[in-house]
């Protein structure tokens, strides 16, 4: 009896057990199909909202949807985590216990979708396209800027009238920076001769361009004649610095004699320059304003090559020129003579015929002083024969341009 009552206990409690394993397996089954219903019915109807919203255009209904889908969830639902202990003393019938809970954790029902019928507009007809509108614009002709190398050479030209006004201080370094500025200036002209639009333009004023090759052919035989009358002088001037030594009389009046006649060759280059530069091209003949502007650049080269080559010329001549009293010389106005001392330049003036002469009744120191001032003039000879010949050099490069003008 004993044994059998513990039998049947056993048998009681595993039957027990049992059940309530069974039953908490087919409680986690229903509450996962529970929960998978709400979900699903808990986001279908937002994305139905939300399409339908945007077919509508209306962000407000949007707004009212997004609030109606986050309705709070369900009484009767309880969550997997949320399971409630059977005790092993529940009596209740397994089927009774699932009838319950599934009355009790039915979902309620979400709020209705109103379904509304929306309209749009027929679409608007192809119009016509408007006629472009016309723009009237007004167009301001203005003269053409210089070319950099006309504007440069216009300054260079300008620095060189300016340098040819100040006449107070004519020394040897004024016509030296004279033939330096005045190289520049050919240099200048030389580079515009070379552009293509100014050969194409010398090209149809043939009779002009002949009468630039005559007038910068007499600059350079001017100026090659001074180059061998320089070179003439430097000699006579090392002869005549032997002779001051000796005190030879003689052949420090052959010296005075051939200086003089040095001058007259360079006074009659003086005339053969001031007959340059009379020819002028009419300014009809040039059709557009660069080249009357052109015609007008060289004009000025020309003119101040003139001007500089007579500050030379005279300067050098005037200077070893003796003015003894004579009959001669009373005819000469005070104005001629002021003119001509003027122009005469500082280092040349000073080693005149009253210097040099006598040598035999001065001292060493007087001979000493004159000595001196054949050194310093020989060192200006020098330095106005090395400008002249760059001016010659660029001279006869501003004749070569002219003549490849016409040949091709």
Known sequence: ???????????????????????????????????????????????????????????AELALSSRAASVSKPRGVSSPQEKKPISASSTQPLRESTTIRSNTSKPKKMVGVFRRSLSFPNKTPNRPSKPPISHHIRSISLPCGSH?????????ITELKTWSCRPDNRTSAWLCDGLSRLKDVHDALHDILQLPQTRELLSHKREWVEKLLEDFLRFVDVYGIFQTS???????????????????????????????KMAKEIAKLVSSIRCIGRYSFPVSAFVSIADTELAGVISDVIEVTVSVSLALFNGISISFVSRKPSWMGLKLSKKAKKVKIEESIKEFQQMGEANMMGLRKKGDEEVRMVLKGMQDLERCIADVESGSEKAFRSLINIRVSLLNTLTK
Do not use: N
């Open 230 to 260: 320089s070179l003439a002088l430097k000699e006579e001037q090392l002869a005549a610095r032997v002779a001051l030594r000796r005190k030879d009389d003689s052949k420090i009046a052959m010296y005075l004699k051939g200086r003089k």
């Open 1 to 59: 009896m004993l044994v059998g009552g513990l039998q049947g206990q056993v048998v009681q409690r595993l039957s027990v057990m049992s059940a309530c394993q069974t039953m908490r397996v087919i409680e986690f089954h229903y509450v996962a199909t529970v929960s998978l219903e709400w979900w699903i019915s808990s986001i279908s109807t937002p994305i139905q909202l939300v399409f339908q919203s945007l077919t509508e255009g209306s962000l």
């Open 148 to 156: 950099p190398l006309i504007s440069q050479l216009k300054d260079e």
